[in-house]
């Protein structure tokens, strides 16, 4: 009687602890986002328009300063003259944010124009940490932007 008793209890009983464990949990308050909580970093519409705003009328196949092209996936992971420049999930051995970081200097990105801001900044670190994925083909080019230039 008693084991018949226990078997028909125990999942009753089971049932009942995993709900009171689950109202308890419902009744906590919600953690605050944590830093390790980031956005996702999408390449198309965060990373693309910074290189094309910032690095591709330097860096494509026509003009290769420092040997890097960053057109293409396939282009920009070959690296630059000094290496590496995107180490997937590595955003501090990463030369691109070195780069991009230094105030002043033959190394310092870009070379001309405005500098990146650091929410910029921020989003390249956070696209490396998060596996730096990049699109092939057409969604994942990074064409320079053609500059109409008019006499005046």
């Known amino acids: 009687m008693t084991s018949r008793l226990l078997s028909f209890c125990f999942p009753f009983s ?8 689950s109202c308890d949990s419902k ?3 919600e953690q605050a986002k944590t830093d390790s909580e980031q956005p996702i970093v999408d390449f198309v519409t965060d990373v693309k328009p910074i290189l094309q705003e910032h690095c591709v009328r330097c860096h494509n196949e026509k003009s290769l300063f420092g040997g890097l092209n960053l057109t293409t996936k396939a282009m920009a992971m070959r690296g630059s003259d000094t290496g590496a420049i995107i180490v997937s999930g590595y955003p501090d051995k990463s ?3 070195t780069a991009l970081s ?9 070379a001309t124009g405005p500098k ?3 929410e910029e900044k921020e989003t390249l670190r ?10 092939d083909g057409e969604e994942g080019s990074v064409p ?6 008019k006499s005046v």
């Not at 956070?126 to 699109?135: R, T, Y």
């Open 14 to 21: 089971l049932f009942a602890l995993t709900a009171l464990v």
């Open 27 to 29: 009744n906590q308050p």
């Open 95 to 97: 030369l691109i944010l």
């Open 102 to 110: 230094l105030e002043h200097g033959e190394k310092a990105m870009p």
């Open 116 to 118: 990146l801001s650091d």
């Open 126 to 135: 956070l696209w490396i940490e998060q596996g730096a994925e990049w699109p």
């Open 144 to 149: 320079p932007v053609e500059v109409d230039v």
